[in-house]
């Protein structure tokens, strides 16, 4: 794996050193601008190598050197990472203009069928023993379960197989450019130009999604800059090739928003009366405890989580009910909404907590 990441990286750089053109090349002082500058000319791609200039002024306006900007040429236009943007925001487009559909009381399960295969849990069990050492110190450095953090590194990047392999710089230009995301896009350019210019790493070595997501924890540039961390005090943050820094910064991101390594993240519960819906999801305002969950009707589901209901016991806890009063119910607490604080969907969260729930079983955590 590393062997491949290398060679990847070798053949980046010399596409982005070689290339003959002049592509938005500037060897004299940027110009700062504010960052609520906006750009007045065409969105045409005649157009796009003088955006990238405006972006770099944008950059010296929130501290980053000219040295810096200038050393990042041959940005290019990404024709396929709007295609996959436009292709998310169709679907996103259609489910919007299209009457609800029903809920669906296979929705849990679906997804975690399709997410949670077995073959990926197996893997999982068989790394933990190859990164034990640097998982567990980790695990004791930031307070997080060693199952969370090896879960989300499966969920992620599939254990560090599947990071995409985009110039990171060329992809976020493009998609701010492209304008449907334009404000979130070119404020990730910027933080991806903030990380070269605090020497974390090289240009060659930033490669990522389609969108920019970069590494084996597809942080995106801001979460790099506010998460990532030099888990073996070798003066870098390499969340692309070692794993001490990969599981340090995973640990690092979810210690940061709240995590509390004496919680569960919840248990599946059943409904033994109506619950009036209002009273469901995770807004702070919402939680209850236990005892008051119980009063209304609300058991768990199956014996074998009577102990992690009994960790619960003294928490604050949310009803979460992803797919309305047909489907599955469960109780979760503060861990389950720092998941969601990582991607926000429900179903990814109850993912990534079932998942590390079968990593502590087969494992023997």
Same mark, same amino acid.
């Given at each position: 794996?590393?062997?491949?990441?290398?060679?990847?990286?070798?053949?980046?750089?010399?596409?982005?050193?070689?290339?003959?053109?002049?592509?938005?090349?500037?060897?004299?002082a940027?110009?700062?601008?504010?960052?609520?500058?906006?750009?007045s000319?065409?969105?045409?791609?005649d157009?796009?190598n003088?955006?990238v200039q405006f972006?770099?002024?944008?950059?010296?306006?929130?501290?980053v050197?000219?040295?810096?900007l200038?050393?990042?040429?041959?940005i290019? #236009?990404?024709?396929?990472a @709007?295609?996959l943007?436009?292709?998310q925001? +169709?679907?996103?487009?259609r $489910?919007?203009? %299209?009457?609800?559909?029903?809920?669906?009381?296979?929705?849990?399960?679906?997804?975690?069928?399709k997410h949670?295969?077995?073959?990926?849990?197996n893997?999982?069990e068989d790394?933990y023993?190859?990164?034990?050492t640097?998982l567990?110190?980790a695990?004791?450095k930031?307070?997080?379960?060693?199952e969370?953090?090896?879960?989300?590194?499966?969920?992620?990047?599939?254990?560090?197989y599947?990071q995409?392999? #985009?110039?990171?710089?060329? @992809?976020?230009?493009?998609?701010?450019?492209? +304008?449907?995301?334009?404000? $979130?896009?070119? %404020?990730?350019?910027?933080?991806?130009?903030?990380?070269?210019?605090?020497?974390?790493?090289?240009?060659?070595?930033?490669?990522?999604s389609?969108?920019?997501?970069?590494?084996?924890?597809?942080f995106?540039?801001?979460?790099?800059l506010?998460?990532?961390?030099?888990?073996?005090?070798?003066?870098?943050?390499?969340?692309?090739?070692n794993?001490?820094?990969?599981?340090?910064?995973?640990?690092?991101?979810?210690?940061?928003?709240?995590?509390?390594?004496?919680?569960?993240?919840?248990?599946?519960?059943?409904l033994?009366?109506?619950?009036?819906?209002?009273?469901?999801?995770?807004?702070?305002?919402?939680?209850?405890?236990?005892?008051?969950?119980?009063?209304?009707?609300?058991?768990?589901?199956?014996?074998a989580?009577?102990?992690?209901?009994?960790?619960?016991?003294?928490?604050?806890?949310?009803?979460v009910?992803?797919?309305?009063?047909?489907?599955r119910?469960f109780?979760?607490?503060?861990?389950f909404?720092?998941?969601?604080d990582w991607?926000?969907s429900?179903?990814?969260?109850?993912?990534v907590?079932?998942f590390?729930d079968r990593?502590?079983?087969?494992?023997g955590?």
């Amino acid at each position: 794996m590393k062997t491949l990441l290398e060679i990847t990286a070798l053949c980046t750089g010399l596409i982005l050193a070689g290339c003959s053109s002049s592509n938005n090349t500037s060897n004299s002082a940027v110009n700062a601008l504010d960052s609520n500058a906006i750009y007045s000319k065409d969105r045409t791609l005649d157009n796009f190598n003088d955006y990238v200039q405006f972006l770099k002024q944008k950059a010296v306006g929130q501290g980053v050197s000219a040295k810096t900007l200038n050393a990042q040429n041959n940005i290019h #236009y990404i024709e396929s990472a @709007v295609r996959l943007d436009q292709k998310q925001a +169709g679907n996103a487009a259609r $489910l919007k203009n %299209q009457p609800p559909l029903p809920p669906n009381p296979n929705g849990v399960t679906n997804y975690i069928n399709k997410h949670l295969t077995q073959a990926k849990v197996n893997k999982a069990e068989d790394n933990y023993w190859d990164v034990r050492t640097s998982l567990q110190k980790a695990s004791q450095k930031y307070g997080v379960q060693q199952e969370f953090i090896l879960a989300l590194w499966g969920m992620e990047s599939s254990f560090g197989y599947y990071q995409g392999n #985009y110039d990171v710089l060329s @992809v976020l230009a493009t998609l701010a450019f492209d +304008g449907r995301r334009e404000k $979130l896009f070119s %404020q990730e350019f910027i933080n991806a130009m903030k990380m070269l210019d605090q020497g974390y790493l090289n240009r060659t070595q930033m490669l990522g999604s389609w969108a920019g997501a970069m590494g084996q924890t597809q942080f995106m540039p801001t979460s790099y800059l506010n998460y990532a961390v030099d888990g073996d005090n070798d003066g870098r943050k390499d969340i692309w090739q070692n794993e001490h820094d990969v599981f340090a910064s995973i640990a690092n991101y979810l210690h940061t928003v709240g995590w509390d390594n004496r919680l569960p993240w919840g248990v599946e519960v059943q409904l033994t009366q109506p619950v009036n819906l209002a009273l469901s999801g995770t807004e702070k305002n919402k939680a209850r405890s236990l005892t008051n969950w119980q009063a209304q009707g609300i058991m768990l589901k199956s014996s074998a989580e009577a102990q992690k209901l009994t960790a619960l016991s003294s928490a604050d806890l949310w009803l979460v009910l992803p797919d309305k009063q047909v489907g599955r119910a469960f109780l979760v607490s503060n861990n389950f909404r720092t998941i969601l604080d990582w991607n926000r969907s429900n179903y990814y969260a109850l993912s990534v907590g079932m998942f590390a729930d079968r990593i502590k079983a087969g494992a023997g955590l």
